[in-house]
């Protein structure tokens, strides 16, 4: 795998076997997190002359097959060891990567497996900047126990509006409909949820399982689930602008729009004057159903206010441009995987050394 570069400049039998250890002991943490492939296409431009890594072929061999076919001249080991340095200091974002790709695969874009997901990966990349990076394997556990209090969370939620009444679309479509989505709000209010917007980890599960506060893009996404599962029809609408709501049809009625961080029930209309009198924008507040493809633009979106926050001034330190990284690589990642696009080979091969085409643009949201 590492190949002609590392394999340049060896002096010895016994060197080139010492790094053919190491790179293999590498490999073999890589395949515990579920990254070969991951690592096989980052990679391939390490390969000698006529030798590919085709796709499903193991990791394990390739990199034997290399080494065998590597011509050795004189060049710098140094380099071949650096490689193994920076992948063993990139474990941890692998494994996110391939939680990631396990999570696409499956195609239903679970809201709170997805939160999970980002916000271990904000927590791991700022420890592995502090130097505390998690053991090997340690991701995935950390999104599951994530996730669950998430979900604890969200059943709370819902046995506070059944148990005091709120039932936010009664049976029969009856005109009470709108005063009980107006207790909506102020009812979770009372419970302690609020918003908060003004550190990344405001924009994941952190803050929100420490404080029961979140960005508006969090706390309406989880909002939309709980009413959701309680029976309504309703998304998160108006993700191009800073603080999107939540989208709820109602039987013969106007859509009606309601946010954590706004009080009552409010129209289509006046949600656009609200926004367009300071944002102008494209107001995206059409019915769409809660699909998946509406959960993987909440996630999105999250990962992007979390880069925007970490890009600031004030954030300009080495934990931050870590974390930076991996959001980036986390919105390439999601963009490649979820529209089915296959990356060409110099792009992948920044998952290891963070070499990014910049800001990226979701453009295509499948």
């Not at 009080?263 to 944002?279: D, P």
Request: net charge positive.
């Amino acid at each position: 795998m590492l190949l002609p570069t590392v394999c340049k400049g060896l002096r010895s039998p016994a060197m080139i076997a010492t790094l053919y250890r190491r790179v293999l002991k590498q490999l073999t943490l890589v395949k515990r997190i579920g990254a070969c492939g991951i690592v096989r296409e980052c990679c391939a431009e390490y390969l000698p002359d006529g030798h590919a890594a085709e796709t499903g072929a193991d990791l394990l061999s390739v990199t034997r097959k290399a080494f065998e076919a590597a011509k050795l001249s004189p060049a710098s080991v140094t380099k071949g060891f650096d490689f193994l340095k920076e992948l063993a200091e990139t474990l941890p974002e692998l494994e996110v990567l391939s939680l990631w790709k396990a999570y696409i695969a499956r195609g239903d874009f679970d809201l709170l497996e997805g939160i999970a997901i980002a916000s271990t990966a904000l927590d791991v990349a700022g420890g592995t900047a502090e130097g505390v990076a998690p053991r090997v394997g340690a991701c995935a556990a950390m999104v599951q126990r994530t996730a669950e209090h998430l979900r604890r969370h969200v059943t709370e939620m819902k046995c506070a509006l059944v148990q005091s009444g709120v039932t936010p679309q009664p049976p029969h479509g009856s005109g009470t409909a709108t005063p009980q989505l107006q207790r909506v709000v102020s009812l979770l209010q009372e419970r302690g949820y609020g918003v908060s917007e003004w550190a990344p980890e405001d924009h994941s599960s952190i803050t929100f399982l420490r404080k029961k506060r979140a960005s508006t893009v969090v706390m309406n996404a989880i909002l939309a689930l709980v009413l959701h599962e309680l029976g309504l029809r309703c998304a998160v609408a108006g993700l191009d602008l800073y603080r999107p709501w939540v989208r709820i049809e109602r039987p013969n009625k106007p859509m009606a729009f309601i946010s954590l961080a706004h009080a009552g029930v409010c129209t289509a209309r006046e949600v656009m004057v609200m926004h367009n009198s300071y944002q102008p924008s494209s107001l995206r507040l059409e019915v769409t159903p809660w699909s998946g493809k509406c959960r993987k633009e909440l996630l999105a979106q999250m990962i992007h206010k979390q880069l925007a926050l970490l890009s600031c001034r004030r954030f300009n330190e080495p934990l931050h441009e870590r974390q930076q990284q991996l959001c980036r690589l986390q919105l390439e990642f999601l963009d490649l995987q979820g529209s089915h696009r296959v990356a060409p080979g110099p792009s992948r091969a920044s998952t290891l050394n963070y070499s990014h085409r910049g800001e990226l643009e979701m453009s295509e949201r499948a």
